[in-house]
């Protein structure tokens, strides 16, 4: 099992910056990628960004440019700098971790980011 929570969502006014944390434990040596979704209301979960053990990352195009996806493989955290929020971009995000233990891989609980315009 691997448990993943996540922090920093809130309220921020467009144009403004966010950074999404999530720590994950348990069977941390099991995880693969890692990776930022996001639900908006009335719309289907959208992947944001991942990032492989290695570094690699990919984004949505939507977000590329504005957001940032970083690891700390030592500290068993990863990030979601958002900078150039949209009102757009408002949505319940969530971290997931893909391990080898299960094929869906693991999710956090979600954050509400919520850009005003």
């Known amino acids: 099992q691997v448990q993943l929570v996540e922090s920093g969502g809130g309220l921020v006014q467009g144009g403004g910056s966010l950074r999404l944390s999530c720590a994950a434990s348990?069977?941390?040596?099991?995880?693969?990628?890692m990776g930022w979704y996001r639900q908006a209301p009335g719309k289907q979960r959208e992947l944001v960004a991942t990032?492989?053990?290695?570094?690699?990352?990919n984004y949505l195009d939507s977000v590329k440019g504005r957001f940032t996806i970083s690891r700390d493989n030592a500290k068993n955290m990863v990030y979601l700098q958002m900078n150039s929020l949209k009102p757009e971009d408002t949505a319940v995000y969530y971290c997931?971790?893909?391990?080898?233990?299960?094929?869906?891989?693991?999710w956090g609980q979600g954050l509400h980011v919520t850009v005003s315009s």
């Open positions: 348990g069977s941390i040596f099991s995880i693969n990628n």
């Open positions: 990032i492989t053990s290695g570094g690699s990352t």
């Open positions: 997931h971790a893909g391990s080898r233990l299960r094929a869906a891989g693991y």
